[in-house]
């Protein structure tokens, strides 16, 4: 019986860690066809101020803690500005000038960053198996998002030159999700500082909150016709994407990240583009290529090897000594 119990405790922890990235990547398949109908900033804004105050009332209904003090507001400021304004004003801005494919790829390789602020800030270790997890990792989205001719360009003479002039970083929007990327992997260690400051659910909250009412103000300014036309379907399709996609997700996610290893929490992102082909798959019909399997498949193994590079560095420090031990042996009966 408690076998059975600490088995089912397992899966409703492993069932939570995947549930952001999920609704992410579910969120993302929603919100294509709401694109066309509205503007970046307006839905950016959208998918951050509902969200923000579900959260918030949610909390209240938990009896949660509000922010005391100056340090807790400013931090809070911070992770604001760091993962609500910044990383959806640049997504919003990138998805204008770039490809959504190697969009997500750029936004989804933030994993690293991670990696390598919470080596620096609060030094998780990430090991030789966790750093070869991160290479699968970006990999992996890669073949998932770029475009499907620069893979098979690889086998021409040409292909190096043919990739650099497809690039064109600097006049398209890829450094715009470059900076997006970071600033989500900012926002993520950020929420280390906050927590020590404000309960994780509430600060979630107010910074989707805070975060989101200058994406507002830039929609005002810069955009028109922002909701004329939206009809049901793209509204019922904001609406899990503001209550799944962000109230919900972004809840867990930042209280995770509050409480446990912010490299292995991180690796996660990169399920995100495979629940959104699956997804897009399963609604749009949309065909995954031989190379995007191949990426699925390197996403997965990439998860196992950062999540799991404590015990593989173990088996693989037995298995050598074993080896050695063998060979010892052998060398000794020969000689």
Known sequence: MSL??????????????VAPFFLWGTAMVAMKGVLSQTTPFFMAGIRLVPAGFLVLLVAWWLKREQPGGIKAWLWISIFALLDGAMFQGFLAAGLTRTGAGLGSVIIDSQPIAVALLSRWLFGEIIGFWGGIGLGFGVFGIALIGLPQEWFNSLFSAQSFSVTLNSLDLFNSGELLMLLASLSMAAGTVCIRYVSRYADPVVATG???????????FLSGIWESNQWNGIDLQGWLSLGYSTIFG???????????????????????????????????????????????????????????????????????NSLRSKFWDFSKRTMSKLS
């Open 246 to 316: 962000s109230a919900i997700a972004y809840g867990i996610f930042f209280y995770l990240a509050s409480k446990g290893n912010l490299t292995s929490l991180s690796s996660l992102t990169f399920l995100t583009p495979v629940f959104a082909l699956s997804f897009g798959n399963l609604f749009f019909n949309e065909i995954l290529t031989s190379w995007q399997w191949l990426g699925v498949s390197l996403t997965l193994v990439s998860i196992y090897f950062i999540n799991q590079r404590e015990m593989i560095e173990k088996q693989f």
């Open 206 to 216: 107010w910074h989707m909150v805070l975060g989101g009412i200058p994406l507002f």
């Open 4 to 17: 059975i119990r600490n088995q089912s405790s397992s899966l409703n922890s492993w069932l939570l860690l």
